[in-house]
T-cell receptor, first 114, second 110 residues
């Protein structure tokens, strides 16, 4: 069964600190992995997208890593800001259909305190 | 920021009412999607469309229906709302590289 598991479920950190969110997946065949940020009451917004051959990708203070062999990804947030408070969703796409079906994790709810 | 819009953003309605959630995008994307999301849970695909006059049901069974008469417009309709339909509904469209989400409609059925 194709699945995407994220940990931790929730995380509280102080402003300025770093944190790392984890994503494990069993989706096969694998096409790409995306990290989205979803603010409360809003739709998800893409942060990074990585294909099989990419190990790391950065977007400002966000750095995503991918280990396609172990089927693990992480999202590292550097020098957190209050505006980083949101749910971070890991999404994996397969190559099994013309639509490239997306498998969603439940997200990690990050809260940044001042 | 993606040019995909949803209205209304919030809706509180009584049981048995008919409702239509609007979704429109100005990017010319053929592929559009409707997802249902409950708090703390993953997004579930309920409908998708390849293009005009093409609609398919997604993974999660839903009593809603959709239509795609124009490329830019993908409305979702509930003929008779029930409390079990209370949820957040997210519309999305896709190009070859990325999927873009609308801001969502938070539906509450009392």
């Amino acid at each position: 069964k194709n699945q995407v598991e994220q940990s931790p479920q929730s995380l509280i950190i102080l402003e300025g600190k770093n944190c790392t969110l984890q994503c494990n997946y069993t989706v096969s065949p694998f096409s790409n992995l995306r990290w989205y940020k979803q603010d409360t009451g809003r739709g998800p917004v893409s942060l990074t997208i990585m294909t099989f051959s990419e190990n790391t990708k950065s977007n400002g203070r966000y750095t995503a890593t991918l280990d396609a062999d172990t089927k693990q990804s992480s999202l590292h947030i550097t020098a957190s800001q209050l505006s980083d408070s949101a749910s971070y969703i890991c999404v994996v796409s397969d190559r099994g259909s013309t639509l490239g079906r997306l498998y969603f994790g439940r997200g990690t709810q990050l809260t940044v305190w001042p | 920021e993606a040019d995909i819009y949803q209205t209304p953003r919030y809706l509180v309605i009584g049981t048995g009412k008919k409702i239509t959630l609007e979704c429109s995008q100005t990017m010319g994307h053929d592929k559009m999607y409707w997802y249902q999301q409950d708090p703390g849970m993953e997004l579930h695909l309920i409908h998708y469309s390849y293009g005009v006059n093409s609609t398919e049901k997604g993974d999660l069974s839903s009593e809603s229906t959709v239509s795609r008469i124009r490329t830019e417009h993908f409305p979702l309709t509930l003929e008779s709302a029930r409390p079990s339909h209370t949820s957040q509904y997210l519309c999305a469209s896709r190009d070859s590289n990325e999927q873009y989400f609308g801001p969502g409609t938070r539906l509450t059925v009392t």
